[in-house]
């Protein structure tokens, strides 16, 4: 009895919980059977652009075909007989193989031997977004994230170095072997990449736990900190002088910060980290690497310094990144991040529709206050002063991170803000691989080039 009220149990649990997943896996062949009665469904943007279609020859042969070739590449993936399946065309399978159409014209088309059409999947993507996240990103590698702060709707996501869709097949042993430049690696979920000094975000939200009196915080920073014959500079060895928690922050000070850390009780310090995510799931339909925060009782004074000024061995991806930061933004809330806005039959008839709900309080409205008027110094007075003057208001966090031990001139640039900072808008999350210090490279640049594109 108890066997089979287990049995039972977990029946009730695959049918609700589980079966998209296996319906939706690669490995299913009760696919194939769909794909025999079903033409595949069209893939659009939030405006009805169309961003992956069926064609259907004279002779019945169907081609899956990508309208906007590269741009959405690596969030929309590829549906291949021969090379599987990836990205949304992947987790919506299902759907994309599923016909509503009415009923009355699927019986007639199941008599003629005629193959329904399947649903479409209504995307939360921006075409145009899109397209200026790309062009902004232009040949650098890297990756942007663009969210909206109120409902976690994914506008955009760009992974550069990018492929075509289109040519898949004849670009697949190219594509597969090119190790420098991992063309099929999306970077926006599964880049796992040293934060830079965006990781000050979270060492500040540790340090103002930790010390209820925050705001008499001081340090005098003389361009550079030494500790057990470790010395961190800050970035072109600048001597920031006399500064309290905010303008540390503003001025991203790695002075400030590695004396910040070793002052900070290193478990209550992960507990932090690992409350906005780090060591543990992401919501989320995509494939993604986890974060990770390295630090442990065992650290070394060294490891701390560098870990809360954003080195170290702790990595993040760019869409992590968006997501603390749209906690921030949302007052601490974050909301459960989604790219599928409804599906409809073919016709245009809405099947289900997808609503913003919550993921999780990351942090209290008042931490999160407390942050966005720090982001906000970062942009007025501090090093994303590209961003202000602009018709619009931006919030943020530049980081820099060295990802060579041998040279410190090779690095990735981050940026993470939000728009619009007394009711945010857009959240953005922006990384460039080997920027080498210029200014087209760097992310706040980048990131004021696609909202530049966006409000005017």
Request: glycine share 8%.
């Amino acid at each position: 009895m108890i066997l089979f009220i287990a049995l039972m149990g977990y029946l009730v649990y695959f049918t609700i919980a589980r079966a998209d997943t296996f319906v939706n896996s690669p490995y299913n062949q009760r696919q194939d059977a769909f794909a025999q009665k079903v033409v595949r469904g069209n893939i659009t943007d939030r405006s009805g652009n169309i961003i992956a279609q069926t064609d259907v020859a004279e002779d019945g042969t169907e081609t899956r075909t990508y309208p906007y070739g590269s741009l959405f590449a690596h969030v929309i993936g590829y549906s291949d007989p021969e090379l599987g399946k990836t990205g949304l065309e992947s987790v919506e399978n299902f759907e994309l193989l599923t016909s509503n159409a009415f009923f009355v014209e699927k019986i007639q088309n199941e008599f003629n031997g005629s193959k329904n059409q399947g649903d479409t999947v209504v995307t939360t993507l921006d075409a145009d977004l899109q397209q200026a996240a790309y062009n902004a990103l232009g040949e650098f590698k890297g990756a942007v994230v663009i969210m909206e702060a109120d409902t976690g709707k994914i506008l955009a996501m760009v992974s550069k170095p990018d492929y075509d869709p289109n040519t898949l097949a004849a670009n697949w042993e190219y594509l597969n072997t090119d190790e420098e430049n991992s063309p099929l690696l999306n970077r926006a979920t599964s880049g796992s990449y040293a934060p830079g000094s965006v990781f000050k975000m979270i060492t500040t939200l540790a340090y103002m736990r930790q010390n209820p009196n925050y705001a008499s915080y001081t340090y005098d920073c003389a361009g550079s900190i030494t500790e057990e014959n470790v010395t961190i500079n800050c970035f072109g060895q600048t001597v920031h002088g006399f500064e309290d928690l905010r303008s540390s922050f503003a001025n991203s000070c790695n002075a400030s910060f590695s004396n910040i850390g070793l002052s900070l009780d290193i478990s209550q310090y992960r507990e932090t980290a690992e409350d906005l995510l780090f060591n543990s799931s992401l919501p989320g339909v995509l494939d993604y690497t986890k974060s990770s925060f390295a630090l442990n009782e065992n650290s070394g004074t060294a490891e701390i310094m560098m870990t809360a000024m954003g080195q170290g061995n702790t990595t993040v991806s760019p869409y992590h990144m968006a997501l603390i930061t749209q906690a921030i933004a949302n007052g601490g809330t974050l909301m459960e991040p989604y790219l599928v806005d409804r599906v409809t039959n073919y016709t245009g008839t809405e099947v289900r529709k997808n609503v913003p709900k919550s993921y999780r309080k990351l942090m209290t409205s008042e931490e999160a206050a407390q942050l966005k008027e720090y982001m906000t110094a970062v942009v007025e007075e501090g090093t994303g002063s590209v961003l202000s003057g602009k018709s619009y208001t931006v919030a943020g966090k530049t980081g820099t991170a060295e990802y060579s031990m041998v040279d410190g001139e090779k690095t990735h640039s981050w940026f993470v803000g939000f728009t619009n900072v007394d009711d945010p808008e857009l959240v953005i999350s922006i990384i460039t691989e080997g920027s080498d210090g210029s200014a087209g490279g760097k992310a706040v640049s980048i990131a004021g080039t696609i909202l530049d594109s966006y409000y005017y």
